[in-house]
């Protein structure tokens, strides 16, 4: 018994789910009471909620049912409730719908049902739909159909997603289980009770029993009105309305058009699903519409039929199929295929409704044309067809066309389009049939009822009928004036018989006044209504008829000519004609006889005096006594206007002009005057006085009558001139006039204009049209639709001209003003139209506008952004960037200027755009409104103008556009901000339940985000009823919505409506549903597979079978379409599950596979590239910067491999992938740019260069300035690698296109157009001017300077290396360094144009390269030896790693002769000496040309231009000038190493001749400290990287001098590593490392050279300590241990790299000690390596300051003149007293002008006496230049005395005069010089040296130096200065005599060091 009461003892939640159904029972019961309790935020929810879905699959019925009470009083109460509804829901279906308990059954119905109640029905829906679909128990359909049925009873179609429950109906119904179809049955009838007949068309695939069935049981309902009697949360306050108003007695159904419970009439159009017809037309459709044969245009006609038969058609572009259709029906001879034309029409009118608009009005008046057609099927289909246009459009709208048709000759159009007319009246109302169209409309109705014609007269009739009946008798009445009795009893039988089925108008109905609040509160329901549909426009009602579509366009109002009103008053006078007796009369009464007479007197200066003096009578009369019509008539007496005399008939004109101004001037009086002025148009004479007469006579009376009269004169003559200049008249006065005339009159003129054979009527008709197109915008197009391509693009380019000279006025007076007023007139509205035009230079030139008018404006501004707003939104849908970001930062100008952000949210203008905005517009307003919105003062927004707008974010974050879902993301936040957590968290829940998941995880991602308020301390608990009332204290204020709701909005009740707070959302699980589903079997297939099916991909995707992977932003189609090819192409279902996650981390998991995957699957990998590249680019859409990093590492690997296998890159791959990485390449992150980079340089050994450049050039088009500057970049290495031939399409266009970004306002952008143009100028000089065109003055300068200055370091014009632009063929020869070593690509691009080029290999390898030869001199040393000293450590070295010695024969080393330069040389002293090299200075072109030649591809040039610059620097070494031209040396010398080491088609001879003299020319600079420490590291980096490749070229094995070039190489890295900047060359070595290490491909051999250079800095690093920044080596130590920890070397062969890393770092931390963490702060994010934790524990370990004395070996490299340099650990002298002063007064020598030199030479003397003395504290307080200027004097005296030295050993030597002529070096020989003179002088100077003999003869040393190829007399006495060992040992070159003493202290010195390399060689220890 204990055992069953134990329970008790437990928590509540744990006896919910204890094993025994009693104690569940028990926990039931207990909860349930408690739910009652707490309130509906109480944090006690927490505990059950993960309880709910468990408790209603409870095993025990009896459990099962109390469980069900307590869940759904927790659905009822708990605010948590939301969260469990999908699992709960899904449980009831499974386990309770079903149950045999009737009781079960009920209470799971009413869960269900509360659900809904709580706002959850659309998962409730979706799941019991699941259910219905999903479940083979019959009860439980049976269950879910019955609950379906009863919440569409309860809750009403507003509530219910009707069309989601009419897809199942006929499933359902054809059941076989009978009680399934009986509930299927009670829905159906259900679905009637609230849409009535709209159900019947959705019931036409049942048999009809089953529609029998249905039909009776419809009729049974009666014609009760469906009440809605549950309602949701939200709907609280409609209950209480309704309550009230049964208590009060009022009956519901009396109030049915009341907005909150008006059931709205539901058209059966909207129930059914868009078809999509445009992608289902066959190919061949309209190849088949122009076929000659009838056959095959009726064949296509017939198809097109059956797809419009579909009820409804998706929206789409059908512009194209319309203006087929119209063609034929206009055109073609077949009746029987204008018939089926007709009806395709009618089908496509009757699928689009009022999506038909666009192309109504074209298609109206050739159907009504083609009424002419006596076939009655012809007749029959146009009837139809235009009726089923006519909803599409409006009574004003056809009044045109129709009245047209009226007019026709043709009886049969005339009956037709009256017939018509009457039938469009009968859906018209009072309000839609105004007098306006009464007046258009009756008069030629009237004029048809005369006809003779049966049928056009009882067309008219009834036509007139129907609109009496609608408009009523006494409305039309007056518009039938003086109409027979027959007629008009005729016209009224008519009406009483007609049928009217428009919607009689709000001023016709009885209670019009009542149901005047009903509309607005309905107005919002439409709206809200319309915003539910896809697609739906809310339009607001316009003041002209709520019903008759859009209004009329006003006329423009360009400064009108007359007063409004004034029209009317001359419409109104009618003036009758007067007889030519009363004409004469009225003339004789006002006009002398004289002048009458002489007007027509044949003397033309009788007729002139005769007009002068009429003009100066009717001058003088007064307006009211003028007799216009008399005076008018007297002057066009004849001659009249055709006077042959031009002046007479001036004066004539000019009395027409004053009459038509000054009198009251009648359209009768235009009558008789209008032609005679229209003839004279062309008189040049008087044309100017003509054209103001008309308009004059226009103001008069009126412009369209003057505008008929004129065109219909002048289009009849046949004088070209008069219709050309008429037309343009009239184009004029229509711009001054406004658009006041009947459009089409002027248009059918301006048709005929333009098919004129004249081509000047052309132009004036052409211009015409474009000034109709001001007023009447694009619809003008349509009327132009059947003429020739090259006349619609005329008028096209015209159109663009009329609103191009608009916007360019508006800008200039912009300019002007600078400032003004906010009174705009209509420019605001007229400049929002052009923001949304075709053509996007005119949208971005109204931007511009649209940013200077706020500029101009200031504040004032705000008034006008309602206007202007929707044209800056419009903008940003236009596909070019460029006008995208020109729209954005004229939004930023608004915004600035308006102070705020308030007048943009008005309006829901906003909102409206991200409803039906483009992506374009989405991403780019929610990208700006992320930018924005955090920053604007939540108080001055209006919260429901915000919250408007959240519903489309909501929907945007879930877009299928990467662009707009990331750009929703980052709004997300601002928007938070202002309306706050809680609600937006209510519009999330409003979600489908699958959207609603990923939203509302993402507002909790984003809430943490919110900004937060000064916490005051925390108060104690209160309870929560306190906290609302108090929550600026204990809640976030964005939680505190409810406490703070605008005034006017209605609130539920706190316990129904809140959703869970912080603590609760952090229990959400977004993805709960998806744990009920069964995990899928692993995929244990191989990732990608091995097939050949990219070929047929290939061929699809040309055939156009499938999407072409092209777009701006990924659609969902495209993301699908891959997802079908990689199934199709069977790759792993895991990893692609991996692919299209919704996770990033996934993303990275699939990425990761993949780059496993690729070592041992290459070939899988190749099959598959198209389906892995488009992947890819979808993650380059992405916002993880995690993702895009490990997705570029990846194709770097791929692209790396495919080289070496020779892979050649598709061309659909190509364009699949290059142009989204293009997009990257611009990224500001450097890490994601410099991998781009690395990735287009792999490109280049795959896919041609030359194929390559026209993405680059794409590029360069974008807004984004870094990612132009980037692709000139990439233009300028492809021209430096490649030469121009490159280019595509040509040099010239692409050198154009470059050289327009030097205009850039972007500095960097300008500088790389700048590089790309050099790198041109480069390969073809001077030609490259003309390839890039014409450049302003400013541009040109700033070419020509960069031009200018690239001689410095670039090769002259035709010295470039160009390399073929094609992908090469893979060669079995040496490869690169790049390629051999693996080496990646290097993160930093350094600013030389080389180094734009860096790692440019194109050849690929593909055999196994022969073992390396083995490496001598100094790289052959003891590995365990160096380390174990370097560490201090005594035997703690793996013992395992050993390194052979390499066997030198030192001895051969020692007694080679060193070569030198050959160059002519003058003896020193003599004149000509001081001539040739005194020249050489800072200025000196030659140098600067020299040094670029070095890497010159022609090798005589290059070897020309070494010796040139060894000469100089042997020379000129001291001078300054000559250091800042170091690394233009070092970049030549590795650029030439580089084209030597490549070279494929040079003679082994030659390149060994290359490589000598260039490690001559290197040595000579290395041994220069002051040049070797000019070096910068990324120069020192390649150029070491280089040196050690060289080593390994297994092509020197088969060389007889190799070995001698190897040890010069030797040699020159030894002197790199000692006399370079320290600091440079040990950062370089250590990227080299890090560089190597990572790679797969690296040589092994390499690896260890590198080391070994490492080891040497080790052991050196107790004296260069002080003079190494120890920050920037611990940079490049952190970046090796991140990459390399220690973790990784476990699973590698060897770990020395990670070994002598760690030894470098011992060694510095031993000798810096502490100080050395102070050295840290230089590396960001320390927290990623091990460097700083390796640190502390050594430092922990008591690793000592001291220097171990054993790592350092002795020097030996002083002779005993020299003193030598003391130890490092040796304390420095200090000095005395005395001697400061000494020293003191040296330097205020050395600061004298006059004893600057004397100072200098007693310094150099000081140090020679005291060389331990410290002097750095007297430089200590010196400048730079103080400090450079000593340094360089005391080098000057000590070469000054090496010099003396030198002469004075070699004076005694009768053979060898100092003096005397130059030797002049010739071919093979030299004049007048004894070669033997120099053997014997250098065998004097080695025996001094001890390095030679007796035994050494002249002939040997001639030998040895032929070897490098010079002869014997190339050696000059600036032996002393470059004699190095190139031969020597690894620690010291050959001593250089400086001071003579004794022999045998030199030969001592010698012999010792000869001893200590003895040792070397048999591996015994130094010491």
């Not at 003493?1941 to 000869?1954: C, F, H, K, P, W």
């Amino acid at each position: 018994m204990d055992e069953d009461t134990e329970y008790l003892k437990l928590p509540i939640e744990d006896q919910c789910v204890h094993k025994l159904w009693k104690a569940r029972v028990h926990g039931y019961e207990a909860a349930l009471k408690l739910f009652g309790q707490w309130e509906e935020k109480s944090p006690e929810w927490n505990k059950f909620t993960f309880l709910m879905k468990k408790i209603v699959v409870d095993s025990n019925a009896v459990a099962q049912e109390k469980g069900l009470e307590t869940v759904l009083c927790f659905v009822e109460n708990s605010a948590q409730a939301s969260k469990t509804v999908g699992d709960v829901v899904s449980g009831l279906i499974a386990k309770c719908l079903g149950a045999p308990k009737a009781r079960t059954k009920e209470m799971a119905i009413q869960i269900a049902l509360m659900y809904v109640e709580i706002e959850k029905y659309e998962i409730v829906q979706e799941e019991i739909l699941k259910g219905i679909a999903a479940s083979k128990n019959p009860k439980v359909v049976a269950a879910c159909i019955a609950t379906l049925t009863q919440a569409l009873r309860e809750f009403g179609p507003k509530v219910i997603n009707l069309k989601l429950v009419l897809k199942q109906v006929p499933v359902l119904l054809e059941d076989r289980d009978k009680n399934v179809r009986e509930e299927g049955k009670k829905l159906v009838v259900e679905l009637y009770r609230w849409i009535g007949q709209a159900l019947k068309p959705q019931l036409s695939a049942l048999k009809p029993i089953q529609v029998t069935e249905l039909e009776a049981e419809f009729e049974k309902l009666g014609n009760e009105k469906p009440q809605q009697t549950r309602f949701l949360r939200s709907q609280q306050d409609l209950k209480a309305k309704m309550e009230a108003r049964m208590a009060e007695g009022t009956d519901a159904n009396e109030e049915e058009t009341d907005s909150a419970d008006a059931v709205p009439d539901i058209d059966p159009y909207e129930l059914l699903e868009p078809v999509d017809i445009l992608s289902q037309l066959p190919k061949d459709f309209y190849d088949k519409c122009e076929a000659k044969k009838w056959q095959e245009r009726k064949e296509a006609m017939d198809a097109l039929e059956q797809l419009v038969a579909n009820p409804k058609l998706q929206t789409g572009d059908y512009g194209d199929l319309v203006r087929a259709l119209k063609k034929i029906i206009a055109k073609d001879s077949n009746v029987m295929v204008i018939a089926v034309a007709g009806k395709c029409l009618c089908g496509l009118a009757n699928g689009l409704k009022k999506k038909f608009s666009p192309y109504a009005l074209a298609c109206i008046p050739t159907i009504l044309e083609k009424f002419k057609e006596k076939k009655q099927n012809v007749v029959t289909a146009m009837r139809e067809a235009i009726d089923a246009i006519y909803p599409s459009t409006t009574i004003e709208a056809i009044q045109e066309d129709v009245l047209a048709g009226l007019d026709n000759k043709n009886p049969s159009v005339k009956a037709e389009t009256a017939a018509f007319l009457g039938r469009c009246f009968a859906k018209c109302n009072a309000t839609i049939l105004n007098k306006k169209l009464l007046k258009a409309y009756c008069p030629a109705l009237i004029k048809a009822l005369n006809e003779s014609d049966p049928g056009v007269r009882d067309s008219s009739a009834e036509a007139l009928g129907i609109a009496m009946k609608v408009v009523g008798e006494k409305v039309i009445m007056p518009f039938l004036p003086d109409l027979e009795a027959m007629k008009m009893a005729k016209i009224k039988e008519c009406c009483e018989k007609a049928v009217v089925s428009g919607k009689p108008s709000g001023a016709a109905k009885p209670k019009a006044a009542p149901s005047m609040p009903e509309s607005k509160e309905a107005a919002p329901k439409v709206a809200d209504a319309a915003q539910k549909r896809p697609g739906a426009v809310i339009k607001k009602p316009t003041p002209a008829a709520s019903g008759s579509g859009p209004a009329k366009k006003p006329a423009g109002k360009a400064v009108a000519k007359k007063a409004p009103g004034a029209n009317a008053k001359v419409e109104e006078k009618i003036e009758k004609e007067l007889s030519p007796e009363e004409v004469e009369e009225k003339a004789a009464a006002i006009l002398p006889p004289d002048v009458i007479t002489g007007i027509t007197d044949a003397n033309w200066k009788t007729r002139l005096g005769a007009m002068e003096s009429m003009m100066q009578t009717i001058q003088t009369l007064e307006r009211a006594d003028i007799p216009t019509q008399v005076l008018v008539r007297t002057l066009c007496k004849k001659p009249g206007l055709k006077d042959n005399n031009f002046q007479v008939t001036k004066l004539k004109l000019e009395a027409v002009k004053f009459l038509a101004e000054k009198s009251d001037f009648s359209k009768r009086s235009a009558e008789y005057v209008i032609n005679d002025v229209v003839d004279k148009l062309s008189d040049a004479k008087n044309g100017s006085i003509t054209t103001e007469a008309l308009t004059a006579i226009a103001e008069a009376t009126s412009l369209d009558f003057v505008a008929n009269q004129v065109t219909d004169f002048a289009m009849g003559q046949k004088n070209p001139k008069v219709q050309a200049e008429a037309l343009v008249w009239l184009s004029n006065a229509i711009k001054e006039f406004g658009f006041v005339v009947q459009p089409k009159p002027i248009i059918e003129t301006a048709k005929k204009g333009i098919s004129a054979t004249n081509p000047a009527v052309r132009t004036a008709a052409i211009t015409l049209v474009g000034t109709l197109f001001l007023y009447m915008g694009p619809p003008l197009r349509t009327f132009f639709d059947g003429e020739k391509p090259a006349l619609l693009q005329q008028l096209n380019t015209e159109f663009d001209k009329v609103r191009n000279e608009a916007l360019q006025k508006v800008t200039t007076i912009l300019n002007d003003a600078k400032f003004i007023t906010p009174q705009l007139g209509e420019l605001p509205t007229a400049l929002a139209a052009r923001m949304s035009d075709s053509n996007t230079n005119l949208v971005q030139q109204a931007l511009t506008i649209g940013q200077a008018l706020a500029i101009a404006m200031g504040p004032n501004c705000r008034q006008h952004v309602r206007v202007l707003l929707p044209g800056f939104l419009q903008a940003l849908s236009v596909n070019k960037p460029t006008v995208r970001a020109t729209a954005i930062s004229c939004l930023n100008t608004w915004v600035e200027q308006c102070n705020g952000m308030k007048e943009f949210f008005e309006g829901e203008v906003i909102a409206d755009a991200l409803r039906t905005g483009n992506p374009f517009v989405k991403a780019d307003l929610l990208t700006w409104l992320a930018e924005k919105l955090p920053n604007v003062n939540a108080k001055v927004l209006n919260k429901d103008d915000v919250t408007a707008c959240v519903p489309h974010l909501l929907a945007a974050i879930e877009d299928r556009t990467a662009d707009v879902r990331k750009a929703a993301q980052d709004a997300t936040l601002g928007f938070m901000i202002h309306l706050g957590y809680e609600s937006m968290s209510r519009h999330a829940s409003k979600l489908k339940p699958a959207s609603k998941s990923i939203v509302q995880a993402h507002l909790d991602k984003v809430r943490p985000n919110l900004p937060t308020k000064p916490v005051v301390a925390a108060p104690q608990p209160v309870a929560k009823a306190k906290i609302a009332a108090q929550p600026s204290k204990e809640i976030p204020k964005e939680d505190d919505d409810a406490a703070k709701a605008p005034p006017g909005k209605v609130l539920r009740a706190p316990s129904k409506t809140k959703i869970a707070g912080p603590a609760a959302a952090a229990t959400a699980v977004p993805g709960a549903k998806s744990s009920r589903k069964k995990d899928d079997d692993v995929d244990t297939s191989p990732l990608l597979p091995l097939n050949n099916l990219k070929t047929q991909r290939v061929n699809d995707e040309l055939k156009l079978r499938v999407l072409k992977w092209n777009f701006a932003v990924p659609r969902d189609e495209f993301v699908d379409q891959l997802k079908e090819q990689m199934n199709t192409a069977g790759v792993n279902k895991s990893l692609m599950t991996n692919m299209f996650h919704m996770d990033f981390k996934f993303h990275i998991k699939a990425i990761e596979a993949l780059n496993e995957d690729l070592s041992v699957n290459v070939e899988s990998q190749k099959a598959n590239l198209d389906l892995v590249l488009k992947w890819m680019t979808l993650r380059f859409f992405d916002t993880n910067p995690s993702v895009l990093l490990k997705g570029l590492e990846y194709l770097q690997s791929v692209f790396s491999l495919l080289a070496q296998e020779g892979y050649h890159m598709l061309d659909s791959e190509a364009s699949s992938f290059i142009p989204y990485l293009i997009t990257k390449v611009g990224d500001p992150k450097d890490a994601v740019k410099n991998s781009v980079h690395g990735i287009f340089k792999t490109l280049w050994r795959i896919y041609p260069a030359s194929k390559l450049f026209p993405y680059a050039m794409e590029g360069i088009k974008t807004k984004n300035a870094r990612q132009r500057t980037e692709c000139l970049e990439e233009l300028g290495s492809l021209i430096e690698e490649f030469g121009v031939a490159v280019c595509q399409p040509s040099p010239s266009v692409a050198l154009k296109e470059v050289a327009k970004q030097i205009a850039d306002r972007d500095n960097a952008v300008r500088s790389a157009a700048l590089n790309c143009i050099v790198h041109a100028y480069c390969q073809e000089g001077e030609k490259v001017y003309k390839l890039i065109g014409q450049l302003s003055e400013k541009d040109m300068s700033l070419l020509e300077e960069r031009i200018k200055r690239s001689a410095k370091n670039r090769p002259p014009p035709g010295a470039a290396p160009a390399k073929t632009a094609q992908t090469p063929t893979p060669n079995p020869g040496p490869t690169s360094p790049d390629t051999r070593s693996g080496l990646p690509v290097r993160g930093a691009r350094p600013a030389s144009a080389y180094y734009a080029s860096d790692n440019k290999n194109t050849r690929v390898e593909v055999a196994e390269r022969p073992q390396a030869r083995p490496i001598s001199g100094v790289f052959a040393m003891e590995l365990e030896q160096t380390v174990q000293k370097a560490a201090g450590l005594r035997g703690n070295i793996d013992s395992s790693i050993h390194i052979d010695l390499v066997q030198v024969n030192f001895d051969d080393i020692l007694n080679e002769a060193v070569p030198m330069p050959r160059y002519k040389r003058t003896a020193v002293g003599s004149s000509q000496a001081t001539d040739q090299f005194g020249k050489i200075n800072s200025t000196d072109p030659a140098l600067d040309i020299n040094i670029s030649q070095i890497a010159h591809p022609s090798l005589n040039v290059s070897l020309n231009a070494v010796q040139h610059v060894e000469n100089v620097i042997n020379k000129s070494a001291d001078e300054s000038w000559l250091e800042t031209r170091v690394d233009q040396i070092l970049i030549g010398c590795t650029m030439q190493l580089r084209l030597l080491y490549q070279s494929q088609d040079r003679s082994l001879k030659d390149i060994i001749q290359g490589y000598k003299a260039l490690l001559r020319l290197l040595m000579a600079l290395f041994v220069q400290s002051n040049l070797a420490q000019r070096g910068s590291r990324d120069v020192l980096r390649d150029l070491a990287n280089l040196s050690l490749h060289v080593m390994l070229d297994s092509r020197l094995e088969t060389a007889d001098d190799a070995d001698q070039v190897v040890r010069a190489l030797n040699v020159l890295v030894l002197k790199m590593v000692e006399k370079s900047d320290h600091t440079a060359m040990t950062s370089a070595l250590l990227r080299l490392l890090h560089d190597a290490v990572g790679s797969d491909n690296s040589n092994g051999k390499y690896i260890e050279l590198v080391m070994k250079c490492l080891w040497r800095i080790v052991r050196n690093l107790n004296d260069w300590i002080n003079t190494i920044n120890i920050s920037t080596i611990l940079v490049d130590l952190h970046a090796f241990l991140k990459a390399y920890p220690s973790s990784v070397w476990k699973d590698r062969q060897s770990d020395t790299p990670i070994r002598t890393i760690k030894t470098i770092i011992h060694t510095l931390v031993r000798l810096q000690g502490d100080a050395i963490l102070s050295n840290l702060g230089a590396i960001d994010n320390l927290k990623d390596s091990e460097l700083e934790p390796y640190l502390q524990k050594l430092l922990k370990s008591g690793v000592s300051k001291e220097k171990d004395s054993a790592s350092k070996l002795p020097t030996g490299d002083q002779l005993s003149g020299v003193p030598e340099k003391k130890d490092s650990s040796v304390k420095i002298r200090r000095l005395s007293k005395s001697t400061q002063e000494t020293l003191t007064a040296i330097f205020r020598k050395i600061g004298s002008k006059e004893l600057s030199q004397e100072g200098l030479a007693q310094l150099y003397e000081f140090k020679q006496r005291y060389p331990d003395a410290d002097i750095e504290p007297f430089l200590s307080r010196s400048s730079d230049f103080f400090k450079n200027y000593i340094e360089r004097g005391l080098k000057f005296i000590e070469e000054k005395k090496r010099k003396e030295l030198a002469q004075g050993l070699l004076t005694p030597d009768n053979n060898n005069p100092i003096e005397g002529s130059p030797v002049q070096q010739s071919s093979g020989s030299e004049s007048g010089v004894n070669p033997d003179a120099y053997r014997e002088r250098l065998k004097k100077l080695r025996a001094l040296a001890g390095l030679e003999t007796s035994q050494v003869t002249s002939s040997n040393a001639s030998s040895t130096i032929n070897q490098f190829g010079f002869s014997s007399s190339s050696v000059t006495v600036t032996q002393t200065r470059t004699v190095t060992a190139i031969s020597g040992d690894f620690e010291n070159k050959v001593p250089v005599v400086q001071h003579v003493t004794t022999s045998s202290s030199a030969t001592s010195g010698i012999e010792d060091y000869r001893r200590r390399l003895e040792m070397l060689k048999s591996g015994g220890n130094l010491s």
